[in-house]
T-cell receptor
Framework: AQSVTQPDIHITVSEGASLELRCNYS??????LFWYVQSPGQGLQLLLK??????LVQGIKGFEAEFKRSQSSFNLRKPSVHWSDAAEYFC???????????FGAGTRLFVKA | EPEVTQTPSHQVTQMGQEVILRCVPI?????FYWYRQILGQKVEFLVS????????KSEIFDDQFSVERPDGSNFTLKIRSTKLEDSAMYFC????????????FGQGTRLTVV
């Protein structure tokens, strides 16, 4: 069955520091992979997605993610974090034949001055 | 930019009452979804809807839930007899093509059952 694991429940980084949020997935074929961000009390905003092709994908707000099939990972990165990046980040996976997206448990990012 | 809109943003209801959560998907989208997020937990798939019928549903989506597209623009989730454990944020989403290309999510409706 498909599943998504985000090992870090929360992460704290200093403003201006680099960020990496981990995501591992379980899926038999090539998955569709997503990162969403949710600010407090807000909906889900798509940061980036991977369907095929270049394994390094660029998203909005300066985020990028790298698909590594050998590690079943799709980690999210940002070279320099801003205070406004503080939010909950969800990794998600979908499949080619189904209708649903499976979400990880989320990683809450705290940014300190 | 087109967006998915949900109303109301917050609904409080008494246990046992029926609630209807409303969504207006993006106009040219064909696939519609409901997801649920219990406070502090992950976002969970409830149901997908295409061509006026349910395409897929999760085990959460039992007989107390139903979905409907009553007209050309709205997509609703009805909970027939609410329970305390139905308290959650409910997200509507829509996509232009099947399932797992980019789904656009609404801002959510926070349902509180008292």
């Amino acid at each position: 069955a498909q599943s998504v694991t985000q090992p870090d429940i929360h992460i704290t980084v200093s403003e201006g520091a680099s960020l990496e949020l981990r995501c591992n997935y379980s899926y038999g074929a090539t998955p569709y992979l997503f990162w969403y961000v949710q600010s407090p009390g807000q909906g889900l905003q798509l940061l980036l997605k991977y369907f095929s092709g270049d394994t390094l994908v660029q998203g909005i707000k300066g985020f990028e993610a790298e698909f590594k099939r050998s590690q079943s990972s799709f980690n999210l990165r940002k070279p320099s974090v801003h205070w406004s990046d503080a939010a909950e980040y969800f990794c998600a996976v979908g499949n080619t034949g189904g209708f649903k997206t499976i979400f990880g448990a989320g990683t809450r990012l705290f940014v300190k001055a | 930019e087109p967006e998915v809109t949900q109303t109301p943003s917050h609904q409080v209801t008494q246990m046992g009452q029926e609630v209807i959560l409303r969504c207006v998907p993006i106009s040219n989208h064909l696939y519609f979804y409901w997801y649920r997020q219990i406070l502090g937990q992950k976002v969970e798939f409830l149901v997908s809807f295409y061509n006026n019928e349910i395409s897929e549903k999760s085990e959460i989506f039992d007989d107390q839930f139903s979905v409907e597209r009553p007209d050309g623009s709205n997509f609703t989730l009805k909970i027939r007899s609410t329970k305390l454990e139905d308290s959650a944020m409910y997200f509507c989403a829509s996509s232009e093509v099947r399932g797992n290309t980019e789904a656009f999510f609404g801002q959510g409706t926070r349902l509180t059952v008292v």
